[in-house]
């Protein structure tokens, strides 16, 4: 885990130092109007874009993910609960049947 997030801050520097060294005055053509900017501004811009297209295509996983980190955190709750339950009556029957007899 920590290896991709330190990858991909390296690949974000490198990207940020790219569009750095590239400043030159470019116009830029969307949809139904253009401007000019710098090459520089608008390659941060398209960075951030795609990062941000990233993350909107993981979100969904990893809503998912943390969703069923909690139910299985209520269920072994649960589990828990029952089983400390069981302990206490079975020890509790033991002691009973120890005095018995």
Same mark, same amino acid.
């Given at each position: 885990?920590?290896?991709? *997030? &330190?990858?991909?801050?390296?690949? %974000? !520097? =490198?990207?940020?130092?790219?569009? @750095?060294?590239? +400043?030159?005055?470019?116009?830029?053509?969307?949809?139904?109007?253009?401007?000019?900017?710098?090459?520089?501004?608008?390659?941060?811009?398209? *960075? &951030?874009?795609?990062?941000?297209? %990233? !993350? =909107?295509?993981?979100?969904?996983? @990893?809503?998912? +993910?943390?969703?069923?980190?909690?139910?299985?955190?209520?269920?072994?709750?649960?589990?828990?609960?029952?089983?400390?339950?069981?302990?206490?009556?079975?020890?509790?029957?033991?002691?009973?049947?120890?005095?018995?007899?």
């Amino acid at each position: 885990m920590i290896f991709f *997030l &330190l990858l991909s801050f390296v690949l %974000a !520097l =490198l990207g940020l130092v790219f569009a @750095l060294q590239n +400043a030159d005055p470019v116009t830029v053509s969307f949809l139904f109007g253009s401007f000019d900017s710098s090459l520089a501004i608008v390659l941060v811009a398209a *960075l &951030l874009a795609g990062a941000a297209i %990233a !993350l =909107l295509a993981v979100l969904p996983s @990893l809503t998912r +993910a943390s969703w069923q980190a909690g139910a299985r955190g209520k269920r072994l709750a649960k589990l828990e609960a029952q089983l400390s339950e069981t302990s206490s009556e079975s020890q509790s029957g033991e002691t009973s049947a120890g005095t018995d007899s």
